[in-house]
Structure formats: C-alpha cells, structure tokens
C-alpha cells in the first residue's frame, strides 16, 4: 500500500499517551427548552490496532462523541469543554482548517446511512477518488487507480466500471462498501463507526464487519465501533465503554463487561437483548422507564430513577451523589463489590444463562 498520506510532520505528543484521548468531554447545545447536556463528562482512551466499542440506549451521547472528535459540530449552538487528543494532537481547540486536513486523511467516520456520506450527482468512483486526490496531491490518474483499487478490496465486482455508477444505481449494501472505501483510501489512523451496519442484511453485515477487521490488521487503524447490538460487539472490540445519559457507567475488556457486568445498567441492557447465540423466541427483560431527558438529568446517578437495586444502598446516595467512573476496568456506582457481586450471581447470571 501506498503511503503518500504520511508525509505531514507530525507533532510530538503533547496529551496523554494513548493514540487517542478523550479527556473530561462536555458536549451543551442550548436548545429553545434549555440546555441539553449530550455529553457530560466523557473520557476513554483507543490505542493503535485496537477497537472500543460504545454500547448505550438510543440518545445517550455516543453519536454526539464521535461528532465530536471529528469536529463536525456546528459550534454556534455546541459548546464543547474537555480535551480530545489525537496522536497527540489536542483537537478541542483546532481550527477549522487543521480538522479538515485531519478529516478523511488521518480520521474517518461511517455512518449507518451511507446516503449522508455520498452525493447523488456525482460517480462513486469520483467521489472516493476526489478527497484522496486532496489530500495527498495525487493525480487524476493515480487518485482513480488507487479508488478502483479500494473499491476492489471492500468487495465491490467489476470496480472499473462501477467507478462510473452513481449512488443509486449500488445496492444498500454496495453504497455502504463504497462509503467505506471512501472513509479508507487515505489510510486514516482513526475510523469512527457509528452503526455502520445496522441497516444491513445479516450476510452483508458479516462481509462488512470481517472487511473492517481486515483493513485494521492491514493499517493497524484505531476503530470507535458504536453500535447497539452486543452480538457485533462481542466479535468487532476490544475494549467496552457502556453510556448512558451522556457518561460513561462501566468500561472494561469486552469479555469483562459482557461476561461479569457490574452496573445496573450493563445488567439491563444484557437482560434486555437477546443472547448471543440464543433462542430467539427466549423471553428478554426490558429495562423499565425510558432514558432520561438530556435537558434535567436526574439528580445523583442518572440511572437511579430506573434502577432497581437503589434501595440497597443508604442514606438515598444513588439521588444525591454522582457516582464517579475509577480508571481501568470499572462500574460508577454506589453498590459495593460484594453487593455488585451477590447480585450478578444471584439474580443476573441466571437470566443472562
Ligand atoms: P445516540 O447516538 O447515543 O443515540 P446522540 O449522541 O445522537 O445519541 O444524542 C445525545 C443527545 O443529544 C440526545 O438527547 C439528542 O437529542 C441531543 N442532541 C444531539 N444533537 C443535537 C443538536 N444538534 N441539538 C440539540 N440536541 C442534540
Ligand atoms: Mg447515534
């Protein structure tokens, strides 16, 4: 492979260690209700050749992160605190014309619907070859040369004359693969999947996923995988960040978190998905209530409202105090580890079988 797009100094490291850090991320957007606290307080670390995976209910900050790692936001009505380094780059504070160099070159994302990523009035092929060709200065030749040959490896037939196709003419899955290959030919660093595969068949969802996980192996890229599905995660990460109301409430390696939970909410989210391997007619126990309103988050621990083992610790800390996230493998919450350890055992173990 070439590497034309590495030719850029790259500054020392100035953050902390990991090729990418998110440190005490707060993401506010004042809306005409109030203002919506996205994400509030976040911090996780992905290394080189390694996959986090971001597992958390529908609105709980994991799209808003990741926007904001790449700068996407709108900072009129965003106001983002903490510190996100990337290579060691600190991000928060970079201007616009650095996090468009990042974009695409060193940072990529997927989406869920590839139809936000590709316009419909140019080729696919010109559209996978043009932010190459900007980036690394290649010709019109060799950016197409080298968009054919990523079309090639993200499994599209024929690649020369798709080139010329426009999106509609590509199949749902064929347009997911080519934003892929459009996230990709620059080799970036970072690639940021947000539910890249959740609109997908379960065939070409399986192509999709071993076609990422190639890739990683080939450029040792970092990868945030967010998804919803824990079968997806087992298979796709290393490491497991699980969110709710815009914080992290348990992190550990993926085996730690899906085999030995200790937050309520973990254990209500495996509760409430089928298993891995599973019947699938197996009865799932929803989590009562409904996530929080991101505009006046509960008091204490977010989750309190919801969780059903708040009585088990005194002195109604579970709606006075926030419980905080230690570092390495951890759950933020007041339950002590043998009450957290009693309780997987005794009444969670049994229904996650
Ligand atoms: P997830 O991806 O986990 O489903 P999101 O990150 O998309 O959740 O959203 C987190 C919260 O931020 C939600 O309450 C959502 O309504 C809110 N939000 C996202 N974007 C905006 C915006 N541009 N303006 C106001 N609120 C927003
Ligand atoms: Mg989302």
């Known amino acids: 492979m070439t590497t034309l797009t590495k030719t850029e100094d790259t500054p020392a490291p100035t953050g902390p260690g990991a090729f990418l850090s998110v440190r005490d991320l707060r993401v506010r957007f004042s809306t005409e209700d109030g203002i919506v606290n996205a994400v509030d307080g976040l911090s996780f670390d992905v290394e080189r050749g390694k996959t986090l995976g971001i597992v958390g209910e529908s609105g709980s900050g994991k799209s808003v ?10 900072s009129k009505t965003a106001a983002v605190d903490g510190e996100i380094y990337l290579d060691g780059k600190e991000l928060v504070g970079s201007s616009e014309k650095d996090l468009e160099k990042i974009r695409g070159n060193k940072a990529a994302m997927i989406f869920q619907d590839p139809l936000t990523a590709l316009s419909p009035y140019y080729t696919v092929g010109r559209q996978i070859a043009e932010p190459y060709r900007k980036h690394t200065g290649a010709s019109k030749k060799e950016a197409k040369a080298r968009a054919i040959e990523m079309l090639d ?20 899955g064929m347009r997911q693969r080519a934003m892929i290959a459009m996230a990709l030919i620059c ?21 999709i996923l071993d076609l990422l996980k190639d890739l990683q192996q080939e450029f040792g890229s970092a990868i945030v995988f967010i998804t919803h599905d824990l079968g997806v995660i087992a298979n796709m990460a290393d490491d497991l960040l699980v969110m709710y109301a815009g914080r ?11 085999h030995t939970p200790k937050h309520p909410y973990t254990w209500g989210l495996l509760s409430s998905m089928p298993r891995l391997g599973g019947d699938i007619n197996e009865a799932l126990t929803p989590i009562p209530g409904s996530p929080p309103s991101l ?43 043998e009450q957290k350890q009693t309780i997987f055992i005794d009444q969670i173990k049994p229904r996650l079988g």
């Open 248 to 258: 992290a409430v348990e992190r550990g390696s993926v085996r730690e978190v899906l």
């Open 153 to 172: 490896k993200v499994g599209i037939p024929q690649p020369a004359t798709r080139f010329n196709d426009y999106p509609h003419q590509f199949s749902g």
């Open 295 to 337: 505009l006046n988050p509960p008091s204490g621990c977010a989750f309190h409202p919801r969780c059903a083992f708040k009585d088990q610790v005194s002195d109604g800390r579970c709606s006075g105090d926030r419980p905080t996230l230690p570092s390495g493998r951890a759950a933020a919450c007041h339950l002590t580890a």
């Open 65 to 74: 992160t990741n926007l904001t790692i790449l700068g996407l936001h709108n």
């Open 187 to 207: 080799d970036p660093d970072l690639l940021i999947a947000d539910e890249p595969t959740t609109a997908l068949d379960v065939t070409v969802q399986a192509q």
